[in-house]
């Protein structure tokens, strides 16, 4: 068999490309059979290409809430809401109600102190300190 038969064989062996999945000792894999150690190194590449990805989604899902939220932000507090929705995902960010409403209100003090007011911020406390201060200013930290 060629390299490529042998590779074709494999990844039909392995499932399909955009799985994760426990495979069937248990490990956390990805793709074609790529077990995730904690502490193994990743590619770089692979890396930018995730984060890539993971932003694009974040930008649109903020679009898209923005849209029905019926909410045009400045380029900063828009930032915000995008390093927000990479964070903690749509659902995540959906779950900010009251800072939703503050920011239908154009009430952008209320929105950043809703943005203290939460568990991400206990968990990540520098991160939401600055988009707070962003929020609640439109200028960049």
Not at 2 to 31: C, F, N, Q, W
Not at 76 to 102: C, E, N
Not at 114 to 128: F, G
Request: glycine letters at 8%.
């Amino acid at each position: 068999m060629t390299p490529r038969e042998i590779a074709d064989m494999i990844k039909r062996h392995e499932g399909g490309p955009s799985d994760v999945y426990l495979d069937t000792v248990g490990i956390l894999t990805l793709g074609w059979g790529h077990a995730l150690h904690v502490g193994s190194p990743v590619p770089l590449e692979v890396s930018r290409i995730f984060f890539e990805n993971d932003f694009n989604n974040a930008v649109r899902d903020v679009e898209l809430l923005l849209g029905e939220y019926d909410i045009y932000p400045d380029p900063v507090r828009k930032a915000v809401l995008i390093s927000m929705a990479f964070h903690l995902g749509r659902a995540g960010l959906l779950g900010f109600k009251k800072m939703w409403a503050a920011l239908m209100a154009l009430d952008y003090n209320e929105a950043a102190n809703q943005i203290l007011d939460s568990k991400a911020a206990r968990q990540c406390p520098k991160r939401y300190i600055e988009l707070s201060k962003m929020m609640r200013t439109g200028e960049r930290a």
